[in-house]
């Protein structure tokens, strides 16, 4: 992969009223409990219309547990989502399942048309494979999710996570099914771009831009995620978000700024 395919990878968060800062981009990630937003359903509605690949999230992150399956899936089906995320519980590899099986089902009775993604879950790392290990026994499940959450159970290390669920894949028969990175753990050089450079691995998505203007401060190579969340009813200084949006696909992209101006322009 080249730094220019990697760039059309990467899905930036933002809060609502930035949206259109992202309007170039060819990869997105919507977050379902958002979608109230007439404003927000549009962006990513037009979006798709473009040709344009969006993922709709169902924003467990933010609210603690997944939306409710039958509300998501109209979403999606509103939205014209090209890929939905099956209901997953942080650690809970039996609810995840449970859940991921009812939920292909109803996606199946709902007449969904995009592609699936399974979010696998666990709390160890044999757990967590084998959670995927079962997902992977659904062929409506056609992406896996690789949490940032989950970057302990390899010692810190996403790709090594990335590459054991590739060489499940591959030993499963399920060789077309894709990988996409869920946030960014830490420093997007070293938690995302070794994975990005990888063929089967469909994208990755993150706030961090936005997290680190929220907080005044601009992306540097090293710099380790900050703490907290995005307000996304919130708006934040323009030029500094637009600097940290660059700098950050730079890093997944080319796992550097070195090369580039590294001098900030918050203008």
């Known amino acids: 992969m080249t730094p220019a395919s990697q760039l059309q990878r990467i899905a930036s968060i933002v809060p609502t009223a930035h949206l259109n800062e992202t309007i170039d ?16 359903m549009s962006f990513f509605k037009a979006r798709i219309a473009e040709g344009k690949f969006v993922i709709l999230d169902n924003s467990t992150v933010e609210l603690g547990e ?15 989502a ?34 699936i993604m399974g979010a696998p879950q666990g709390k160890d790392d044999n ?39 590739r060489q499940l894949c591959e030993a499963t028969y399920r060789e077309e099914v894709t990988i996409h990175l869920l946030g960014c753990h830490d420093r997007p050089e070293w938690d995302v771009a070794p994975s990005l450079t990888l063929p089967y691995v469909q994208g990755v998505d993150s706030s961090l831009a936005a997290l680190f203007t929220m907080n005044g401060i601009v992306i540097t190579e090293g710099a380790e995620r900050l703490p907290g ?7 934040y200084r323009l030029g500094l978000l637009r600097e940290n949006l660059r700098r950050w ?13 590294q001098k900030a322009n918050l203008r």
């Open 25 to 40: 981009d060819q990869y997105f990630m919507a977050l379902d409990h958002l979608c109230d937003d007439d404003v927000y």
């Open 66 to 80: 997944p939306v409710d399956p039958e509300v998501y899936l109209v979403d999606a089906k509103l939205m014209g």
């Open 82 to 115: 090209s890929q939905v995320l099956c209901p997953d519980w942080l650690y809970e590899a039996d609810r995840t399942i449970e859940s991921s099986r009812d939920f292909v089902k109803r996606a199946k009775r709902m007449h969904y048309k995009g592609s």
């Open 127 to 165: 757990e967590w494979l084998d959670c995927a290990r079962r997902m992977l026994e659904m062929p409506e499940i056609t992406c896996l999710g690789v949490s940032r959450r989950y970057t302990n159970f390899w010692s810190q290390r996403r790709l090594s996570a990335v590459q054991g669920l």
């Open 229 to 235: 969340s995005i307000d996304f009813s919130h708006s």
């Open 249 to 261: 696909k730079l890093l997944c992209a080319r796992g550097t700024l070195s090369g580039t101006s």
